[in-house]
């Protein structure tokens, strides 16, 4: 063969770029992996179960010919291809379609699945609404407690202004010793009494807090001519009566 000419024109017009070659060999080997892989699954053996989904999707796309017995029996009836099934055609017109199963579970494992879910989902949702209920519960305890706290916290501050007023009416009626300790407002712990008077003591704090406010304040009404929601003294129980609105906080709101 004759040598060619460098300076020719298919000399020059050739793609002599660097690396271009290696870029060219790339896609040929990916080009011939491609080939390979579609040679192999041509030539790849289908599996019995590949098998026969294709043929009963064959047969499951086609439709019904005079072959078929329930098919002809059905045409001696007066059925035609594609009316409806009944009397009054209003029955189906396509057949009712063939679930395959195809896992290894027994019969109405999937409805037990089902079953068990929404058993699952429904002890959830009570769990849930029982935990609702029992914190609202323990909120309205607590809006109780708080309540009943502040109330209890007024009515001691009322059993003290009760307790200092009646002081100073009985000393100023020289009366030296209350009716009940308790009437009183107690001495500091150094200046208290001896073991007897702190029986004492035990007993009258049997009372509660109200109880003990509305024993005094009917004390001093009766006595002092007093009332403590109005602090104002009254000249007798007949001007007490007739001027004073009530004998406890709610009467006088």
Known sequence: DEEEDYMSDSFIKQDLR???????????????EEKQKEANEK?????????EKER???????????????????????????QALGKTG?????????????GLSGLGHEEL??????????????????????????????????????????????LRKSQRAC???DMQKDIEVPKETWFWIEP???????????????????LSVS???????AYLRKEHFYCIWCGTTYEDSEDLSSNCPGDSAADHD
Do not use: W
Not at 18 to 32: D, N, S, T, W
Not at 43 to 51: A, D, P, T
């Open 90 to 102: 209003e029955g189906i017109v396509e057949p009712i379609p063939l679930n395959i199963k195809t």
């Open 43 to 51: 030539n790849r053996q289908k599996s019995i179960k590949e098998e």
């Open 56 to 82: 009963r999707d064959l047969v499951l796309k086609s439709a019904l010919g005079n072959e078929n017995k329930g098919f002809a029996l059905l045409q001696k009836m007066g059925y035609k291809s594609g």
């Open 167 to 169: 002081q100073q009416l």
């Open 211 to 217: 109880e003990k406010l509305q024993i005094l304040t």
């Open 113 to 158: 699945k089902k079953r068990k879910a929404e058993e699952k989902l429904e002890n959830y949702r009570q769990k849930l609404h029982m935990k609702k209920q029992a914190n609202e519960q323990a909120a309205d305890q607590f809006r109780i407690r708080f309540k009943n706290k502040q109330e209890e916290r007024k009515m001691e501050g009322d």
């Open 18 to 32: 660097p690396g271009l070659p290696m870029v060219r060999r790339v896609k040929e080997a990916i080009q011939k």
């Open 188 to 206: 500091e712990e150094e200046d208290k009494k001896d073991d007897e008077d702190k029986e004492d003591e035990c007993t009258s704090s049997d």
